[in-house]
């Protein structure tokens, strides 16, 4: 396993470059959807939703919406990648190279977490200037971005490595990612929800995605940041070892 060798860059630059040569669907266009979520709901929701002491609604907003972006582009993009491969009939091409499965789970996670923080990126620049955050902790912003981004990534590959049409693949998005990443907490503290729903929401690994990097603005999370970190790590770990051990038995890819 070489990380610096010539095809491990070559396949890392092409996914990035896949996506950067249609940015104003890649980029632009999850920006201006974050930025219809911050107008409508923090207009409607500002005052008449409590969060975190002396946080207004706006200000605990953005980070959820920010998140949001980085998770579900990282997804999208090595699963989009993977699909229109195997459907074209490219990804044959990867498989003969000498690559190692390692290599190219990496080269495939490494361009999901570029899209997904650059989203990521856009959507805090042009929404910061609707509300005042701080930085209490400008470390834990940065590590759940990338965990969270790697996590969402390797659940792409899995997903892109499963599904043998786009519909399958749109399903894996709608009836999995899009709940787990509404239902963590995006748009709300779980605090305001009943008991049973908490207990629910503290089942979502997505939600510990979400208030960690939330943590990280404000100090003030629902659970500890620490707890977060070690169950965000052990999810990627094993997601990881799940998506190398498709690559490896060329699950649905070899044939």
Do not use: C
């Not at 946080?55 to 090595?78: D, E, H, K, R, W």
């Not at 929800?193 to 503290?202: F, M, R, T, Y």
């Amino acid at each position: 396993m070489n990380f610096l060798s010539a095809g491990f860059r070559t396949l890392v630059f092409k996914e990035i470059l896949r996506f950067w040569k249609v940015a104003t669907q890649t980029i632009a266009a999850p920006i201006l959807t974050a930025m219809l979520y911050l107008m409508i709901f923090g207009h409607v929701l500002e005052g008449r939703v409590t969060v975190y002491q002396d946080v207004n609604y706006t200000s605990f907003l953005i980070p959820g919406l920010v998140m949001m972006s980085v998770l579900q582009n990282a997804f999208a993009n090595a699963s989009s990648s993977l699909i229109q491969s195997k459907i074209t009939g490219n990804l044959v091409f990867v498989l003969l190279t000498p690559l190692s499965h390692w290599e190219i789970f990496s080269a495939y996670v490494i361009a999901a977490m570029v899209r997904g923080i650059m989203v990521g990126l856009g959507v805090f620049v042009v929404t910061a200037w609707f509300a005042h955050l701080s930085f209490a902790a400008p470390l834990w912003i940065l590590v759940f971005a990338l965990l969270g981004a790697a996590i969402l990534g390797t659940m792409g590959l899995i997903a892109g490595v499963w599904a043998e049409k786009f519909d399958q693949l749109a399903a894996f998005q709608n009836f999995l990612i899009v709940p787990l990443t509404f239902l963590a907490g995006v748009f709300y503290s779980i605090h305001s929800l009943p008991p049973v729903w908490q207990a629910v929401s503290h089942l979502n690994p997505f939600f510990y995605m979400i208030d960690g990097f939330r943590y990280g603005f404000f100090g003030q999370s629902d659970v500890s940041p620490l707890v977060s970190l070690a169950i965000v790590s052990a999810f990627l770990v094993v997601l990881s070892f799940l998506a190398i051990r498709l690559l490896r038995s060329g699950y649905r890819l070899r044939h």
